[in-house]
């Protein structure tokens, strides 16, 4: 790890197979935690290359836990989190509202590191069981539209890393690389970015895989569709910036979506979006982000129908019942 440490402080870069052998290294132990959090912040102070996130990829998709589905149609909604801005679990409600409207969903997420809750820990507070027993979850996917992969199951070889993390504290590279390494490979995915750089370097990628997509970044550093002002979407047919008016929105206040400080106040929000009871702000949200999934699976249709997919999708319950499903 000194000579890789020394070739990357004189400003040098990985080449694709450089990048995936080290990673592969690293989730096997071969080298020391405080080496690793000297590595992961390499990608603080400069930006990280395409052929270096793709060889991250690369050795993460194979070390994992593989989940086929045989090309059944799914979507991913995923956010890389390291916005700094502690909104409610935007990307996970609107997985689920998406469900609720009649689509598969395959949802990837994990516990917070860069922020207070992440996707799995309300999940685990809201009774959720996760496995990687594909067999259970592809019945999940059947009977509720939802299943959940909980990272850390399905990317054993991380274990390495999740100490380093924890302790750092700090959005690494390993949050650009979250969103990109689902099992499944969905045939497609909404991305939440926390900058315009990675926007266009997701988009790089998923060009190179021939899937649908959409990527999103809101202008004022959200990863998803905040509606506290315009945002940035690239997707396989267009790339423009769309303000919350475009979308016939309010805009909102940053106040306004805030989200629970532990997994219990988390998943209170939670509940109040899927009974319908949340606030305007916390709705219109996850009408905003579940619409531009459904778009995503169903491009020829107009954004305003997509969404009004999901406001039923809350309001007539199936949204809960699609939870509901997927615990029991």
């Not at 086929?68 to 390291?82: N, Y």
């Not at 009649?102 to 309300?122: D, E, F, L, Q």
């Not at 592809?138 to 850390?152: E, T, V």
């Not at 979407?233 to 475009?246: A, F, Y």
């Amino acid at each position: 790890m000194k000579d890789i440490l020394e070739h990357l402080f004189s400003h040098k870069r990985l080449s694709r197979e450089q990048a995936r052998d080290i990673l592969i290294d690293i989730s096997h132990g071969k080298y020391a935690p405080v080496q690793v959090a000297s590595f992961a912040t390499v990608y603080r102070m400069r930006p990280i290359t395409i052929p270096e996130l793709q060889g991250f990829r690369d050795a993460l998709l194979q070390l994992c836990v593989p989940f086929d589905l045989d090309g059944q149609k799914t979507i991913d909604i995923v956010g890389t989190g390291g916005d700094g801005k502690n909104t409610f679990n935007i990307s996970t409600l609107s997985a689920v509202v998406v469900a609720g409207a009649g689509y598969k969903v395959t949802k990837h997420g994990s516990y917070g590191v860069s922020s207070s809750v992440g996707s799995s820990n309300v999940l685990q507070a809201l009774g959720y069981t996760f496995t990687n027993d594909t067999d259970r979850l592809r019945r999940q996917l059947d009977k509720a539209n939802i299943c959940f992969l909980h990272a850390p199951l399905f990317h054993p070889a991380m274990k390495e890393v999740v100490p380093v993390r924890k302790q750092l504290g700090i959005k690494t590279f390993f949050n650009m690389l979250g969103p990109l390494v689902n099992p499944v490979q969905p045939t497609h995915q909404l991305f939440g970015t926390y900058s315009q750089p990675l926007s266009r370097m997701y988009q790089y990628i998923m060009q190179e895989t021939g899937r649908q997509y959409a990527i999103v970044y809101a202008m004022d550093g959200y990863d998803e569709v905040s509606l506290t002002g315009p945002f940035r979407l690239r997707t396989n047919e267009q790339d423009r910036i769309v303000h919350p008016e475009d979308m016939k929105m309010k805009k909102r206040q940053a106040a306004e979506l805030h989200g629970g400080d532990t997994p219990e106040e988390a998943a209170a929000i939670f509940k109040n979006v899927l009974n319908d009871e949340a606030t305007p702000a916390q709705k219109a949200v996850v009408a905003a982000n579940a619409g531009l999934a459904i778009q995503c699976l169903r491009p020829d249709q107009p954004l305003q129908d997509c969404m009004a997919e999901a406001r039923e999708s809350i309001e007539s319950g199936r949204a809960k019942e699609a939870l509901n499903q997927a615990i029991g």
